[in-house]
């Protein structure tokens, strides 16, 4: 791990007053500037909690977060959100949601210039005709369009994305994943995104975090795994399929999910030095030998 990373997150954990257990503990994390980073995990294991941490509205029970080389604690316009539940602000219209935070980012900036900059923005997410249009004249859809065109407009230092796409139509989705793939290799976007979707991890990220199960008996979550995404960044959603490397991680992630992120010998071996260990799928010993003769042993211990 290293003490410069743009974000670090040291042995977080958070434990809710009167539960008998923490939801998560351990979390160590480092986040380079420019990096992609999702996380997955099982619905209540902790990961909006987490997100919410590095927003500065919630507060950790231990450890901390660095941004920049400043500790994290309170929101500040550095950190664009999108959240899961949309949280627009209901009395405002589309185009003064998002005027509202271009103006709270840039106030000295004249009304034309806030319009025109939020307008880029609602083009952008195909909400173009519905700037005068109340949250609840919207689809939910359109909801999750509007937060994350305003977490955009204001070009913060990190965005945080709460299962951002989770309620868009498949050609919507397509098209603003390929936008935020576009907006983060022009300007070095960092990003941290919550997602249930594998292949959408596949495409976006550089790192995917594992997090393991919160239940109700066995220990608290942690990460246990971070995967290395060693797709060419030039990869796309049309030819990501094509390559022998996609499927592999895929099915690492998958497996994970479905057979690992509760297992006993997954949650008795985590936490402590050498965690979480990146992997590196199809390029491992373990998991293909075929591939040893072209990276071999890339299962890193941090
Ligand atoms: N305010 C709260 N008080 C008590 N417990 C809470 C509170 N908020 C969250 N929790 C508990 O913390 C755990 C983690 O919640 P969190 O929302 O972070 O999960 P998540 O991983 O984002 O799940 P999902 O994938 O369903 O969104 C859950 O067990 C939840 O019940
Ligand atoms: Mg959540």
């Not at 057979?259 to 949650?267: E, G, L, Q, W, Y």
Request: one cysteine or more.
């Amino acid at each position: 791990m290293s003490s410069h990373s743009f974000l670090q997150i040291r042995e977080l954990s958070k434990r809710y007053g009167g539960a008998p257990k923490p939801v998560f503990e351990g979390i160590n994390v480092d986040i380079e500037r420019g990096e992609f980073v999702c996380i997955i995990g099982h619905s209540g294991c902790g990961k909006t909690t987490i997100l919410n941490i590095l927003s500065g509205l919630d507060s950790a029970s231990g450890g901390n977060v660095v941004m920049d080389g400043r500790e994290v604690s309170g929101p500040s316009l550095d950190r664009g959100v999108v959240f899961q539940g949309h949280a627009l602000m209901p009395w405002l219209t589309v185009a003064a949601n998002i005027a509202f935070a271009v103006k709270s980012r840039w106030p000295d900036w004249s009304r034309e210039r806030i319009q025109q900059h939020g307008q880029k923005y609602i083009d952008l997410v195909r909400l173009t005709g519905n700037e005068s249009k109340k949250p609840s004249e919207l689809s939910g859809g359109m909801k999750q369009r509007v937060g994350i065109a305003r977490a955009f407009a204001i070009q913060p230092k990190m965005l945080l994305l709460d299962e951002p796409f989770g309620a868009l139509d498949a050609l919507t989705r397509g098209t603003i994943q390929d936008e935020l793939l576009s907006i983060c290799s022009q300007t070095q976007q960092t990003v941290f995104m919550i997602t249930h979707d594998v292949d959408e991890a596949i495409l976006l990220a550089d790192k995917i975090m594992l997090m393991s199960s919160n239940t109700s008996t066995g220990p608290a979550a942690r990460i246990a795994e971070v995967v290395v995404n060693t797709l060419p960044k030039t990869r796309t959603r049309a030819d990501i399929h094509h390559h022998p490397q996609f499927y592999k991680i895929r099915n690492h992630l998958v497996d994970f999910l479905v057979n690992r992120s509760s297992a006993p010998t997954v949650m008795n071996s985590i936490g402590g030095i050498g965690y979480p260990p990146e992997i590196f799928p199809g390029l491992t010993s373990e998991e293909d030998s075929s591939d040893k003769s072209q990276k071999p042993s890339l299962k890193k211990i941090k």
